[in-house]
């Protein structure tokens, strides 16, 4: 009978991270195409508290960044020891290329934000998502 064989958690939290990240900023990206300015916040020019589209975005970030982070690092885990099928890696593989193709085809139009306030908030995104997708891995690390 083969042993299962482990990870160090340092390199599937790591990985882990870095598959949130990239799906935090694959729907940031997607998202301003469909409207949702993450700089609304910072816009003088509004007069409502916080416009909706802006708070969408923030939430919709934190929770894909999350969600990224804590499958991913779960799927990781449960891959080295050879409990999930092979088709459906392949499966979770095809996904994951078909959202950054998406992101990447909408990343090079052009932007109908402006450009510092698409820099800052590309900035913000990363940095949100950075966080949540630590946040989702390392809670399912402890779990496992």
């Known amino acids: ?37 993450l700089g609304g916040l910072w816009r003088s020019d509004t007069h409502q508290f916080m416009p909706p589209g802006s708070a969408i975005a923030w939430w919709l970030i934190a929770t894909v960044g999350f969600c990224g982070g804590y499958f991913t690092a779960t799927l990781m885990d449960s891959a080295v020891s050879g409990q999930i099928p092979h088709r459906m890696r392949q499966f979770l593989i095809g996904v994951g290329v078909l959202v950054l193709a998406g992101a990447g085809q909408a990343a090079s139009a052009p932007s109908p934000i402006p450009t510092v306030s698409g820099v800052l908030a590309g900035l913000a995104a990363l940095c949100l998502g950075a966080v949540m997708a630590f946040c989702g891995a390392h809670f399912a690390l402890r779990k496992a």
């Open 1 to 37: 009978m083969a042993e299962t064989t482990y990870f160090p958690r340092r390199l599937i939290l790591a990985g882990a991270m870095i598959s949130g990240v990239l799906l935090a900023l694959a729907v940031h990206m997607l998202g301003a195409r469909f409207g949702l300015d």
